[in-house]
């Protein structure tokens, strides 16, 4: 699936408009983006997800990190998909909310912490995969990594941190089951030159069925 990485209202419901995509994720960093308060951004935001709408985590300790992800879940409902850094109390929280909540580990910079995220019992483990390929070298041979040991389990990778329609693709190709990507990206993906053209010539030299709007 392939969501819009976004907490903006307008780019949520233009998104959405374009009919493919999914669901929506956000993260504190996009939150700080709006101009609403987080909790009208969440409550608007998932009136206009199709699907899932991710949340992530702030609190700095295990109770507080399980508050959050509890009050989330009440402000967003059954949609909501807890977004928790892969840390040691992180995946604590994964391990105590994943029967409850559906839960992600965000922020996956090793194959090690992947195989904690199926353990602990999250859906999904969220690799950074350009991030990862500036800091580490190689954020596809990361997701093509995790997607072995995750194979037969129940899951699954969304690749996060894609710069270019080509790194977008090559991420699934490398084994992610999702991705997801801001709305500049999204339309990107749409777009190739040749098929514009093609377009141009169809309209140029060929016919069609007579319309009408009324």
């Avoid at 009050?71 to 604590?92: D, N």
């Avoid at 089951?177 to 339309?187: D, F």
């Amino acid at each position: 699936m392939i969501y819009l990485d976004s907490a903006l209202v307008k780019e949520a419901q233009e998104a959405v408009k374009l009919g493919w995509v999914k669901g929506i994720t956000t993260n504190p960093i996009l939150l700080a983006q709006s101009d609403l308060s987080p909790f009208v951004t969440l409550k608007q935001l998932a009136a206009i997800s199709p699907g899932e709408l991710y949340y992530q985590l702030t609190a700095p300790d295990f109770k507080d990190m399980i508050a959050e992800g509890r009050q989330a879940f009440e402000i967003i409902g059954r949609q909501t998909v807890l977004k928790v850094p892969a840390t040691e109390v992180g995946f604590k929280v994964v391990s105590a909310l994943s029967g409850e909540i559906t839960c992600s580990v965000t922020a996956i910079y090793s194959v090690a912490q992947a195989v904690v995220t199926r353990e602990a019992g999250a859906k999904y483990a969220i690799p950074y995969v350009n991030r990862a390929t500036r800091l580490l070298g190689d954020g596809l041979a990361l997701v093509r990594q995790m997607a072995e040991v995750l194979q037969g389990s129940e899951t699954e990778i969304l690749a996060a941190s894609l710069k270019s329609p080509s790194e977008a693709v090559a991420a699934l190709q490398a084994g992610a089951h999702h991705i997801t990507i801001p709305l500049s990206l999204l339309k990107a993906m749409t777009f190739h030159e040749l098929s514009a053209n093609t377009v141009v010539d169809f309209a140029q030299n060929g016919k069609g069925i007579s319309y009408q709007v009324s």
